[in-house]
């Protein structure tokens, strides 16, 4: 514990920081990569996510609801996924080369070194693959490493069950709850708080890399060992 001239217990002194900015345009992985959203992806969300890829329980917990066609599409996706805040990438998944889910940093606080994954959202062919948890890999080492910021933060739904499971078992730790936090769909949100510090990533980014490895895997493509059963390794 510092303490200061007066007696009072203070935070620990921290070396200066340089919290680099948020640019990337691809994050290369083994089975899937993140590329950054641009004005020539429109199409390509739209048919291999948005148009066929959810179904209408997916839709449940997000912001917006089905779009009825490509035009409407278009008018979210010019405004939210080509903004800087909340900053897109599409999930390219190497085999089948197709964008089949996207997420995002959001609320970035560059000047603190905390930011935010949202938009998680995963069509069928994606759910339970393993280029869906090696795209939060990728996020979560672009984030401690590349940009070096402190924390790393997940938010939700607090009714949305399989979100907060995910966080879970990705390594977020549960901080609280805020009730009334949001309203959206016209219906109220508790907002479920996730997060991951740097002094965490490096455990955490050997159970996801032993998870990934191609050693983990039979030959019918199905886990050795699951994610929460290396918490516990």
Request: one cysteine or more; a negative charge.
């Amino acid at each position: 514990m510092e303490y200061n001239c007066y007696g009072q217990p203070i935070g620990p002194s921290l070396k200066e920081s340089c919290f680099r900015e948020l640019n990337a345009t691809i994050i290369e992985g083994n089975t899937c990569d993140l590329i950054h959203a641009s004005e020539d992806h429109a199409h390509l969300f739209y048919t291999d996510i948005f148009k066929k890829g959810l179904t209408a329980p997916d839709w449940t917990y997000l912001p917006f609801s089905s779009f009825q066609s490509e035009e409407a599409f278009s008018d979210i996706f010019n405004k939210t996924f080509l903004s800087d805040d909340p900053y897109f990438f599409g999930i390219w998944n190497k085999e089948h080369s197709k964008v089949l889910g996207t997420l995002s940093l959001m609320r970035n606080d560059r000047q603190n070194g905390v930011i935010e994954v949202g938009y998680v959202i995963y069509s069928q062919q994606l759910k339970k693959s393993i280029q869906a948890t090696e795209a939060q890999y990728l996020l979560a080492k672009y984030v401690f490493e590349t940009l070096g910021y402190r924390r790393y933060e997940w938010k939700c739904d607090s009714l949305n069950e399989p979100s907060k499971l995910a966080a879970k078992r990705l390594g977020f730790e549960y901080e609280g709850t805020f009730r009334q936090a949001v309203v959206y769909k016209n219906r109220n949100r508790d907002t479920s708080w996730f997060s991951m510090l740097d002094c965490e990533w490096e455990k955490n980014k050997k159970r996801l890399e032993k998870w990934l490895s191609p050693d983990n895997f039979d030959q019918d493509g199905k886990q050795l060992l699951s994610l929460n059963n290396l918490n516990r390794i």
